[in-house]
């Protein structure tokens, strides 16, 4: 379907309709929940919330939106430039040197954390270790 939809038998997640008759169940993308929509005469007749799992509707709603429920086809090649209105692009001279200051930084946190893990794990080993020892005089 155009908007990324799949048809299914009923409905489990975002982004499924089953239609049975005069019954289309939707399950918008971005809504809390599935809805039902009830056909009269080829027009919608009511629309109402309902539990995927019970099937048991409560609440009607007077309109729902329906947004994608997938990416639209595209060509793979595009990057967010291209979709961008034309304009001017400004870049900082001192760009580049925060960029590597942060890198510097992600740097020293990883090898603080790497650390900081081995140091834990070492700590455990020499305690089981002991444990174990000690377990094994007994």
Known sequence: MALGYCLE???DEPGEIPIRGEVIDLFPADAGGPVRLNLADGHIAAIHHFDAVTQLR???CEAI?????????????????DYMEPGTLLLSPRGEKRRKRFAQLARSIIARLAGSAASDLSKRLLSRSVTDLANDRD
């Open 65 to 81: 939106e329906i947004g994608r429920a997938a990416e639209p086809e595209g060509d793979a090649s595009a990057t967010l430039l």
């Open 58 to 60: 409560s609440e009607e």
């Open 9 to 11: 038998d009923r409905i």
